[in-house]
């Protein structure tokens, strides 16, 4: 056996698929112990071609990426119809697996059944906690004690609802939580559309600070369109990158900070118009020593577009400055 075959092998008992010499049924059933519902090697962007997927949110768990996205119904739809979010992983960029759906819309009784939009899943003391937005009813949060699931409602309520994000007044503006954990501790959670927002979380990580309150973050410069939503929030070399969709169809931009809650200077777009999709929601995620960019598009063709949308991975690359450089988007992708 050599190095490249050594490795595998030693991923697929890792991750319990099954190994060489196995039957389909033996295969079958390990793939059923571990929830997993579906294998596949990808070819390129779209990443996900077996059902349509949007708003990815990444989490780095061991040897482990976890892609958390909503499911868009059916192809050729022209509205939001998302019933349920998914989760999908892989080790090598390629070789990626899809778990047993992990939480639907109607999980939380309170909330839009069909609004399953955009959301982070972050892990604290060992617990998986995922922050869920619908359309109009506000961020809920989910928790779990493995990433993949599954998760149920940790309140039985909203943690945000619109009452909560102030000066502005369309329903639809407590949508797409991005949550981080500083390194003294603090959880910071952001969310937003027409404007950003952020809160201080508790240690328990289902409640906010109420003496801290919620803030509307401040993104300063000229900005080239305006803020529109995707807040997603990461801290490199001690400075705090938000980065966000501008405009509509949407680019995404990014602007630095010193401190969480900013203020921020805005930077520039990183990534254009994402073809026919009129949003390009990201992640920024580091990955075994790579750094990676998460979007969608409306690639699945013929029935792809902006109701129907499919998640998409390229590189990400930073300035020795710190900055950003613009994304590529390819067809190629990065597992080939
Ligand atoms: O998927 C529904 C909404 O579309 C998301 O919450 C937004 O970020 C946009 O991608």
């Known amino acids: 056996m050599n190095l490249k075959q050594l490795t595998c092998f030693a991923g697929v008992i890792a991750l319990g698929i099954p190994a060489f010499g196995q039957t389909q049924s033996a295969k079958q059933e390990n793939f059923k112990e571990k929830n997993i519902i579906h294998t596949w090697e990808a070819k390129g962007n779209p990443i ?8 990815a949110a990444a989490l780095v768990h061991k040897d482990t990426l976890f892609i958390y996205t909503g499911e868009d119904f059916k192809g050729g739809q022209t509205g939001y119809n998302i019933l349920n979010w998914c989760v999908f992983a892989t080790t090598d960029m390629k070789h990626f697996w899809e778990y047993k759906t992990p ?7 309170w909330g839009e059944q069909n609004a399953a939009w955009a959301s982070q899943v972050i892990e604290r003391n060992g617990k998986f906690y995922w922050y869920t937005s619908s359309q109009t009813t506000g961020i809920g949060v989910a928790v ?6 599954p998760f149920k409602d940790a ?14 007044t369309h329903s639809w503006r407590t949508i797409d939580p991005s949550v981080f954990i500083d390194d003294d501790g603090q959880a910071w959670i952001y969310w937003g559309n027409g404007a950003c927002w952020v809160a201080k979380l508790n240690e328990d990580m289902i409640s906010y600070d109420k003496d801290y309150g919620i803030k509307m973050v401040d993104i300063q410069g000229d900005m080239a369109f305006p803020f529109t939503e995707a807040p997603w929030i990461q801290k490199r070399n001690g400075k705090y990158l938000l980065s966000f969709a501008v405009g ?4 995404i931009a990014y602007a630095i900070g010193d401190k969480p809650e900013g203020p921020y200077q805005y930077q520039d777009i990183i990534n254009e118009i994402a073809g026919n999709s009129n949003t390009n929601h990201q992640a920024i995620i580091d990955f075994k020593g790579e750094s990676y960019f998460i979007y969608h598009n409306g690639g699945i063709q013929t029935d ?3 109701f129907s949308r499919s998640i998409c991975i390229d ?10 450089k613009p994304v590529i988007m390819t067809t190629k992708g990065v597992g080939n």
Not at 315 to 324: A, F, R, V
């Open 155 to 168: 309140l039985g309520k909203p943690l945000f609802t619109n009452n909560d994000s102030f000066g502005k």
């Open 144 to 149: 779990s004690d493995r990433p993949e699931g």
């Open 304 to 306: 792809g577009g902006s």
């Open 48 to 55: 996900v071609t077996h059902k349509y997927t949007a708003d």
């Open 248 to 251: 509509f169809p949407e680019r």
């Open 315 to 324: 590189k990400l690359e930073y300035n020795k400055d710190g900055t950003i």
């Open 103 to 109: 939480l639907k819309a109607s999980d939380f009784k």
